[in-house]
């Protein structure tokens, strides 16, 4: 397994639409645990492929509590088939956006199509943090960033930041 480089913001990647997995094999499911890797390295919650610069829609989500097992789940070309009227607000962050956080309001629970690891279809009922999560990653696979559902001046302000933080990195 292999710790992949993080696409960090204001890197253009981070808002190309990511193309759909044709095919679930051995070099996707090498792509798959080196994302998990890369997320439990960092450490996060979830990760889109996209954000170690794959443009592929994949994701890998562990909402575990400290303490709690591992819990690794799979999300390859992901679709939100239902999401409820009812809304919820949590902090969010992104290995993308280092150190920044902000509060987002989005549908408490959704229902996700989409295909695991060994390409069965699978459809995952969230709510809580699995739901902001799930809606979180599968924005990145559209090139849309948490700071997108923030105030305008806030979102420019953060990605200024993040712009002469890499300028000064050259
Ligand atoms: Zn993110």
Redesign the pocket.
């Given at each position: 397994m292999t710790i992949k480089p993080l696409i960090i913001l204001p890197d253009p990647l981070l808002r190309q639409v990511s193309q759909p997995v044709e095919r679930v094999d051995s070099e996707l499911n090498q792509l798959v645990d080196d994302m998990l890797e890369t997320m439990y390295e960092a450490p996060g919650i979830?990760l889109?492929a996209i954000?170690v610069g794959v443009p592929r829609r994949l994701l890998v989500i562990d909402v575990a509590k400290e303490g709690e097992d591992r819990q690794p789940l799979v999300f390859i070309n992901p679709e939100i088939i239902t999401s409820s009227d009812e809304r919820s607000v949590y902090e969010e962050g992104?290995?993308?956006i280092p150190d920044y956080y902000a509060e987002v309001e989005r549908p408490a629970s959704i229902s996700v199509k989409s295909i695991d690891r060994h390409g069965k279809e699978q459809v995952t009922d969230a709510d809580g943090i699995l739901a902001t999560c799930l809606q979180?990653?599968i924005d990145?696979l559209n090139g849309v960033?948490?700071i997108d559902h923030i105030s305008r001046l806030k979102r420019e302000m953060v990605i200024k930041r993040f712009t002469k933080a890499a300028r000064q990195k050259i």
């Open positions: 979830g889109a954000q992104c290995l993308s979180h990653e990145h960033l948490f």
